[in-house]
């Protein structure tokens, strides 16, 4: 077992309005290393805010996210900020629906960074950084460029490059495929292959889940209060 | 669950200590409490972001862990093995000076607070190795250059008093200034605000590969969540003194949970 999500919940109190708003609750699931996890709904009734949740992006309310890391069992959900940061540094990825470029760092130093983190040389990790957007079939000529001014399918190439170049025990993959063409979509299905074998759980939200058949093991259907989307999409809105 | 009901785990898969552990510090000025139990633990290598209001006590908890005034209340520690155990407010002035030139840095919003402005800039970086009791000549220059280079200021301007120089150029021999003994706790006190856009985020780039780069601890203060998002590990908020939510910066940017954060957040463009 890699994760195990008990009576997992999430509630947003929103003090202007001054009323909880609930997202998801009750959720129970395990997933073991190696399988990919789908998570399937309605628009609106929580799929990536249970990613954020997992992620600790989100506070969740109430319930449990056992994580099996190489240090021991931990609840994601009332680990200290600290645990968090450094699960997240080694063992856990989040794979976002955007990029965050930021100023003055080019495409290539963006993907490479993770690697250069975890003490590898600089040559050997702009050369895996190479690789990873090749794979991902981003020009070359924008390697060295700045992705703030990159297209949304080129910014997610170097996003998918970034969050992947490197195993991690969990990867949670919020829609990863969104904005991308058909030759990305090849190549991140191909990606997650490897990584499966390698014995990488993962837990994702796909726009269009045909694009991973033959890859997803378990659904995790989730039903939720489709009464209140439009406040939770005013708060996705806000969140960015 | 209320945000005082919750209380996380304390780390537990970590091994490392806190650099920093400040508790419980209050200060007074008069009859006015401008800081009320503030406690911060802070790991070596870590960046956290302080946000909030003007007059919120932001810029005090930097000015008392710059040891620059004295607290009404508290502890401060470092572990930095000579100060082991020692509550840093109880040292003498010599000591707080000692402890200041060797092991804090800091950069404030205004560079008049920090630099001597009619003195050349590489005489301004030097001094703070002169306080360290270096007394060669070429040692000092050589060093002073090696701080501004690593800041990215143009070296050939290096004997340029700062009045003469650009707000942005300024701001980086404030920061070489800082790191020149390199210390292990870098204080910002809103480094990029009145800078343009290109030349604030020459800084931040500046700022992420030196802490990466020297391994320091940062606390950076700003009002510009930008900033923050780009820089910080974890997130303090404050308002009237207080701390009124703290942790990963992207859960309190993204699921604030205290009314006035929440406000904060919804207030960014």
Same mark, same amino acid.
Do not use: I, M, Y
């Given at each position: 077992m890699i994760l195990k999500l008990e009576s997992f919940s999430k509630n947003f109190f929103i003090h202007h309005i001054g009323r909880d708003v609930p997202a998801f609750g009750g959720i129970n699931a395990t997933l073991e290393a190696g399988k990919l996890m789908l998570v399937a709904g309605a628009?609106?009734?929580g799929k990536s805010t249970l990613l954020r949740c997992i992620h600790r992006s989100y506070l969740p309310s109430a319930g449990s996210a056992w994580f099996e890391s190489t240090q021991g069992l931990i609840d994601l959900a009332r680990a200290s900020d600290e645990d968090i940061a450094w699960l997240r540094r080694r063992e856990i990825g989040y794979v976002a629906q955007f990029l965050r470029p930021r100023p003055r760092v080019s495409a290539l130093e963006l993907v490479a960074e993770p690697l250069f983190h975890l003490g590898m040389s600089r040559p050997r990790s702009l050369e895996r950084a190479e690789e990873m957007l090749d794979t991902f079939g981003l020009k070359p000529e924008l390697w060295q460029a700045y992705p703030s001014t990159f297209s949304g399918g080129e910014q997610q190439k170097v996003n998918l490059a970034r969050a992947l170049i490197r195993p991690r025990r969990l990867l949670l993959l919020d829609?990863?495929?969104?904005?991308?063409?058909t030759q990305a979509r090849a190549a991140l299905k191909t990606r997650l292959e490897h990584l499966k074998a390698d014995g990488v759980a993962m837990i994702g939200v796909f726009h269009h889940p045909e694009d991973m058949e033959g890859l997803i093991d378990a659904t995790l259907e989730i039903r939720g209060t489709e009464l209140l989307d439009p406040i939770l999409e005013e708060l996705e809105y806000v969140a960015y | 669950m209320s945000l005082l009901e919750m209380t996380l785990d304390a780390?537990? #898969? #970590? *091994?490392m200590q806190p650099l920093l552990r400040v508790n419980n510090l209050c200060k007074n000025y008069g009859g006015i409490r401008? #800081? *009320?139990?503030v406690s911060l633990h802070v790991y070596p290598g870590e960046v956290l972001g302080i946000v909030g209001e003007s007059g919120s006590g932001k810029s005090t908890v930097l000015r008392l862990l710059n040891l620059e005034e004295p607290e009404t209340s508290g502890t401060y520690q470092l572990e930095i093995p000579e100060l082991l155990g020692q509550n840093l407010f109880e040292l003498n002035r010599f000591q707080k000076r000692e402890t200041r030139v060797h092991h804090i840095g800091i950069v404030y919003q205004n560079p008049h607070l920090g630099l001597r402005m009619h003195k050349s800039s590489s005489g301004n970086v030097a001094e703070r190795l002169i306080l360290a009791g270096e007394k060669r000549f070429a040692e000092l220059r050589r060093a002073a250059r090696e701080s501004l280079q690593a800041s990215e200021f143009p070296i050939a301007r290096m004997d340029e008093p700062p009045i003469h120089l650009s707000g942005g150029m300024q701001q980086r021999v404030q920061l070489a200034k800082a790191i020149a003994m390199k210390p292990k706790l870098l204080l910002l006190d809103e480094p990029t605000t009145g800078l343009d856009v290109s030349v604030q985020a020459l800084v931040l780039d500046t700022l992420k590969r030196l802490q990466f780069e020297l391994e320091m601890t940062m606390i950076l203060v700003s009002h510009d969540l930008g900033v923050i998002r780009t820089l910080a590990d974890r997130v303090m908020v404050m308002r009237g003194g207080r701390v009124v939510e703290s942790g990963l910066t992207d859960q309190v940017l993204e699921d604030p949970q205290h009314a006035y954060t929440q406000q904060l957040v919804h207030a960014k463009l």
């Open positions: 628009n609106g009734v829609e990863p495929t969104a904005s991308l063409d | 780390p537990r #898969l #970590l *091994e401008a #800081l *009320e139990n």
